[in-house]
């Protein structure tokens, strides 16, 4: 007979793992479907120092502290998988793998994460975590006294930047454009920081370095001029890509395609939550995703209930 779970959980990173926890913890019976590798973004980091209660962590260790609390109080994963079908709409939901395998659950959580944006030129893959970071708030701390480079002009370039004053020596924000695509408040606050300048027009070409960063390569727009510039690290920041690609026409998105949900995690649709790096919000951290996942999972809980389907 087809198992009908009370929770259906799609994605296993800090946000997914730790909605289960809290789902399994309160008796629901749980399944988390992940495509791809439990702990998701995590898994990438080398080094998690801003966790609280872990101190310094390698992000695999942090995920399989995760991974084996959810599964201790009885969550089931199933990894690697691909989804072909979301049945989302009914009040019994369904999920439809590739290979034809069907899951079904009474509420469902979507937590399948995102990215950032990368630029894609040569030596990027080759230097991140070695001087290339996505992340101000992640790394900021390694490059104390150093000078690094920001990539774009939005509002998270800036505030970034600025940021990153608190630890670095010198910033320099290099722009495609010769003006910013930030609110006038951020492009102020950057542009009044002495320790801040720009170069615009400007975009990266490439990065050199020996077993750590060491340089970029621009070329300056208006001119075709490559300049080598030497430098301790660059963090990028052109943009983030949630993992909503197969979501963004099922839910209610944002025009980032980030998933829209109200305070309680709840999306559009009844019995359907969000929660961690694909909803539409501001910061993207282990803590604010485990923050998302709790609150989705306790929703999910009073929904369940007030479904009269189960007895938390
Ligand atoms: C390089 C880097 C360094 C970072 N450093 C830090 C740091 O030091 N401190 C910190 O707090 N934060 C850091 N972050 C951010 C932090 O890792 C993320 O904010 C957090 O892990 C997001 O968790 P999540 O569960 O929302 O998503 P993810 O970690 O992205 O997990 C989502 C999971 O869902 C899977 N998935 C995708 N689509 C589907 C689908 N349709 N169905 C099922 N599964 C799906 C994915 O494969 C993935 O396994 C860093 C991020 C990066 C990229």
Redesign the pocket.
Known sequence: MEEIFDLMI???????LTAGIYSSRARLSTLI??????????V??NE????PGVATTKGYTLAGIMKKQAKDFGCRIISNIK?KEYRLNDTLKTIVLEDGLKFRARAVIL??????RTLNIPGENLYK?AGI???AT??GDFFTGKEVVVIGGGNSALEEAVTLTSYASKVTVIHQFNHFQAFEHAIKEAEKNMKISFIMETEPREFKGNKVLGSVVIENLATGKLSEMKIDGVFIFIGYLP?TD??KNIVITNERNEIVVDTDMKTNIPGVFA????IEKKY??????VADGTIAALSAAEYLHNQKKINI
């Open positions: 799609l994605g296993a990173g800090a946000a997914g479907l992940n495509e791809g590798v439990i702990g998701g973004q995590m990438l980091t998690i120092a801003n966790y989804i937590a399948p994460g995102g990215k950032p975590g970071s996505y992340c992640c790394d993992n197969a979501l929660a961690g790096d694909c993207r951290q282990v803590a604010t995703a």
